[in-house]
């Protein structure tokens, strides 16, 4: 986030960088700080959120603009467990929507698994995409058998 700017900036900075009309800039910002539930933090500026808020603001910035690709490292890492999933569920939505294609980076293989349509597996620099998600979960080297073991075997009595 840019420190000296408050939420609404931030969000709607990419807008007004494209010269948008100011009503179109209030409109569009606006209804990505609802999607976002950030409406109530408009005014504030970046040092007095949360992390989880300021991942929001910054993920609000770049899907403003309706790029046909976005990077995404982590983007859902700082996140409590309901933000994260109301956040995976609304980029996915928004992704489908505007035709989105993104390269999502995670380390969590649930996560992978619930946003990945292609999956690939990165180790010592050598990255290798999977043809679909049992090839990917049949692989030992992506951990996920042993995850599904691990939760198969547990005993919570």
Do not use: C, Y
């Amino acid at each position: 986030m840019f420190s000296h700017l408050n939420v609404f900036e931030n969000v709607s900075f990419g807008l007004r960088l494209r010269k948008e009309s100011p009503a179109n800039v209030r409109k569009r910002t606006m209804d990505m700080l609802e999607k976002l539930d950030l409406s109530a933090q408009l005014d504030k500026m970046p040092d007095t959120l949360s992390g989880g808020q300021k991942q929001r603001v910054a993920f609000g910035r770049a899907l403003i603009l309706h790029p046909e690709v976005l990077l995404l490292d982590e983007p859902f890492g700082n996140l409590d467990v309901e933000t994260r999933q109301n956040m995976q569920q609304f980029f996915k939505k928004v992704a489908a929507e505007e035709k989105i294609s993104a390269i999502f980076v995670t380390h969590d293989l649930k996560e992978a698994l619930l946003m990945g349509d292609r999956l690939a597996f990165l180790s010592e620099g050598q990255i290798e995409v999977f043809p679909n998600r049992e090839a990917f979960i049949q692989d030992s080297r992506t951990g996920v058998k042993g995850e599904l073991e691990f939760w198969k075997n547990l005993n919570l009595e």
